[in-house]
């Protein structure tokens, strides 16, 4: 009898094996994970200071560019750029989140770097919005904390999303547990968030799976929203 190979997790090899069967009755789902019913696209924080120091370690990257997410920002470009067409061509509403430079919280009493007084918070030139896509600028870790995400998510009749973006144990994690919470099917795709730390990007995916979230490898999701472009494009030439 052929066995089937287990996928590789990004929490492969960080989380213990005596924690990981603890979590076992977390892991079993009613259906495999899945993209949800009328997705759209979050993509969470995909903005210019995390790509400042360019595609090197982040160590290095940070000692110039302090938040910098160095090779594990530039790394996830091509995976994240093909996620975006993917849903653009699948008809997703694609909805972008950035920070507010006119806020005056920051996270605890951090003291604001210069360069946060800038154009850090222009989205990546890789990911420029398209005409009509909407841009969120928040001041807390949750697109959903202060803002009119859920309001348009409703008008837009969107139930469930697909995450991309930054940082994996921040404003991803934040913004997955908020819509967690409002009652939104949630998908991280595994490969297009990334985070400052591959040791909280690991753990944090691991919580989000087993409590809050579908953490799903790229390829799976793509291949859901091509089947959903060719029933568009099927539809169109009828």
Not at 94 to 123: K, Q
Not at 201 to 214: E, P, R
Request: charged share 20%.
């Amino acid at each position: 009898m052929t066995q089937t190979t287990r996928r590789a997790k990004p929490w492969d090899g960080v989380i213990p094996a005596d924690e990981l069967a603890i979590y076992d009755e977390f892991f079993k789902r009613k259906a495999a994970p899945r993209v949800g019913d009328a997705p759209a696209l979050l993509a969470i924080d995909l903005y210019e200071k995390v790509y400042y120091g360019g595609n090197v370690p982040v160590a290095e990257a940070n000692r110039k560019h302090p938040g910098a997410c160095g090779v594990n920002a530039h790394g996830a470009i091509p995976v994240t750029q093909t996620l975006f067409a993917a849903a653009r061509a699948a008809r997703l509403p694609v909805i972008y989140t950035t920070g507010n430079l006119s806020n005056r919280v920051t996270a605890t009493n951090r003291v604001r770097g210069a360069e946060e007084n800038g154009n850090g918070y222009r989205i990546f030139q890789a990911f420029t919005p398209h005409s009509g896509e909407l841009v969120i600028h928040k001041e807390r870790a949750s697109a959903f904390y202060g803002t009119p995400l859920e309001a348009h998510l409703q008008q837009m009749g969107v139930r469930s999303l697909v995450v991309c973006g930054d940082s994996t144990s921040g404003c991803v994690r934040a913004s997955v547990v908020d819509a967690y919470s409002r009652g939104f099917h949630v998908t991280v795709v595994e490969e297009c968030v990334f985070d400052r730390s591959r040791i909280s990007h690991a753990v944090s995916l691991f919580d989000l799976h087993h409590k809050y979230a579908d953490v799903m490898p790229a390829d799976e999701v793509l291949a859901h929203l091509d089947s959903i472009g060719r029933r568009h494009s099927a539809t169109a030439a009828e």
